[in-house]
C-alpha cells in the first residue's frame, strides 16, 4: 500500500508544472488529499498515522501538503513565541515526529487552558484527530540569536481552529 502510495505521490508531483491556475491568493502551495482504507480504535477509514504523515509530506518537500485527518498520541506539549506544540515523538526533531502547531485559541477550545502545565496534564499521553494538512517546515537554528545557516526539517499541521481537532480520551 506504501508503494503505490509513493507511487501516486511521485505522478503527482511530476505533473505538477507550476501553480494551480489560478494560485490561491493566500496560500500558493498545493494540497495533494490521500484516500487510505485503514482503520483504527479512534478514527474513521482514511486516516494517517504520525509517521505516515512524515513520509508523504517529506517526500512531497516545499512542493505540497498532505490534507486529511491524523490520528497521532500527544508525547510532548511545548510552546514558543504563542503558539503551542502537540508532538507525537518524546524528541520533536525526530524524523518520525509530527507537530501539530496549534493557537491559544484553539489549545483553548481543546484543553479548556492555555496554562502549558495544565495542557500538558491533560493532553500528554492521550491521542488526538487532527483534521488539516501536513505541510513540511524548515526550521533554521541560531546561535546567541543569529541565525547559523543551519536547518532542519519538520513536519507540522496547523491548527486554527477549535473544530479541527478533538482529543481521544
Partial sequence: MLATA???????????TGPPNPPPAEDTKRTLTIKFHRTGPSCKP???????AVTY?????????????FDMPVVTVGEQHGTFYLNSEKDYRDRNCLTVAI?????????GSTDLD????????HRLIVRGIA???RIGL???????????????????RGDQVRLIT
Fill in 6 to 16: 509513493l507511487a501516486i505521490l511521485a505522478q503527482a508531483a511530476a505533473a505538477h
Fill in 135 to 137: 505541510r513540511q517546515v
Fill in 46 to 52: 482514511g486516516c494517517l498515522s504520525p509517521v505516515e
Fill in 142 to 160: 541560531t546561535s546567541d540569536g543569529k541565525p547559523t545557516g543551519k536547518y532542519y526539517y519538520q513536519i507540522h499541521v496547523r491548527v486554527s
Fill in 57 to 69: 509530506a517529506s517526500y512531497l518537500g516545499n512542493k505540497a501538503g498532505v490534507a486529511g485527518t
Fill in 118 to 125: 495544565v495542557v500538558r496534564k491533560k493532553l500528554r499521553n
Fill in 103 to 111: 493557537t491559544p485559541k484553539a489549545l483553548k477550545a481543546l484543553a
